[in-house]
């Protein structure tokens, strides 16, 4: 009875009830909720300078201290959480889309469908994920839009591959076949049936691809081919404290504790995901 009482809680309560999914949430949401509510906190603008206070340590003024131009790291931070979520939402939702048609489509329509499919995604899968968005970006110019693509393609082959194997699974169960034979579409099954079957693992797989796709964006913009100054970012923000580690060592400090607090939610946050959505759970 509890196990069945469980299955019907919402999945919310679900991820609670699981401590590593609780925590990976509550990282999510304070990301979030730094990013969101930034602009109502009583902080200097993030790109505003006071050259009174230049490398000025954490304290009362500035919580976490200040860069080489005065400028408030804590109001830095929450600007680029927007942007680091804003990229990471944006390319795994576009890759999700997109990757997720193609995955579909390939794997319950077989044949040279597949086959076509298929091998554009292997071509993508054949490069290293941060080549693909060094390339990417350095052949469409360094910008916010073209970091978002770039990541998109990186992400499109893997979430094509989780699609199209939970369309190749689903495509020969019993409940599929017989709406074949009753004479539906086939794109009627596959949106109707198979699209909702398929939908948990693929969701699963996108969470986690949020946090892989923070820490390309950071890459990218540390390497200067990401979002450019004097846009915040937590990867220009590492690439600028660079030659201040021996006096203000907690210009590295930050935006990395932001980066791996961060990822590390989505992480713990996609675990919880993939176990609570588990049908056999």
């Known amino acids: 009875m509890s196990a069945a009482v469980m299955t019907r809680a919402p999945l919310w309560r679900r991820l609670l009830r699981d401590p590593r ?4 949430l509550g990282l999510v949401l304070l990301a979030v909720l730094g990013a969101v509510l930034a602009p109502l906190l009583p902080l200097p603008g993030p790109e505003t300078p006071d050259f009174l206070a230049t490398l000025a340590p954490p304290g009362a003024g500035h919580p976490l201290g200040t860069d080489d131009l005065g400028r408030d790291t804590l109001s830095r931070i929450l600007a680029g959480a927007r942007v680091s979520l804003l990229v990471g939402i944006a390319s ?3 890759a999700l889309l997109l990757g997720g048609t193609i995955g579909l489509l390939a794997g319950f329509l077989g044949g040279w469908v597949d086959t076509v499919l298929m091998r554009l995604m292997d071509v993508l899968l054949a490069f290293p994920g941060i080549l693909l968005a060094l390339g ?3 052949a469409l110019g360094a910008s ?3 970091t978002v693509i770039a990541i998109a393609a990186v992400n499109l082959p893997v979430l094509a591959r989780v699609a199209r194997g939970q369309a190749l699974a689903l495509r020969g169960l019993d409940y599929v ?3 074949q034979a009753l004479g539906f579409g086939a794109m009627t099954i596959l949106w109707r049936t198979v699209l909702p079957n398929a939908l948990s693992p693929i969701l699963v797989q996108a969470s986690v691809l949020l946090a ?3 820490i390309t964006e ?3 913009s540390f390497l200067g081919l990401g979002v450019q100054p004097p846009t915040p970012s937590w990867g220009n923000m590492l690439r600028d404290a660079i030659g201040f580690l021996d006096q203000a060592p907690w210009l590295a400090w930050f935006p990395g504790l932001a980066i791996f ?3 590390l939610g989505f992480n713990l946050l996609g675990d919880g995901l993939r176990d609570r959505l588990d049908p056999r759970d």
């Open 218 to 220: 950071s890459y990218l």
């Open 261 to 263: 607090l961060t990822v």
């Open 212 to 214: 892989s796709s923070i």
């Open 21 to 24: 999914a609780a925590i990976g």
């Open 136 to 138: 990417i970006t350095a």
């Open 177 to 179: 076949r017989a709406q």
């Open 144 to 146: 916010l839009g073209n």
């Open 92 to 94: 795994v939702g576009a």
